[in-house]
């Protein structure tokens, strides 16, 4: 059975769902509504912060990329991801068995 107001629900009577074509067009028009209504919605969450609202006053921290926790510096982490055959994994364990590679 299906919820009212429900973006996921049931098809009634063999009613078939919207093509992911359609849906991706109907996602891409709410995209557009969020951006255009985005300045209005900014000012009134930082006339909340400047009320203060204190989840306002963290949004805008973190939209402004501040840290309100006392750290000065943004933690940067980078993964590296190396991609090898089983082939080359095998000899790069074999040569730091025998302390080629350190």
Known sequence: M????SLATVPKNNQKLPSSEVLEERRQELVVMAVDAMPEV???VIAMAKDGDMDAIKLLARIAGLDLNGGGN????NAIQINITPEEQAQLERDWAEGIVD
Do not use: F, I, L, S
């Not at 943004?74 to 982490?77: E, K």
């Open 74 to 77: 943004r933690q940067v982490n």
């Open 42 to 44: 900014m000012q009134t």
């Open 2 to 5: 299906a919820k009212k107001n």
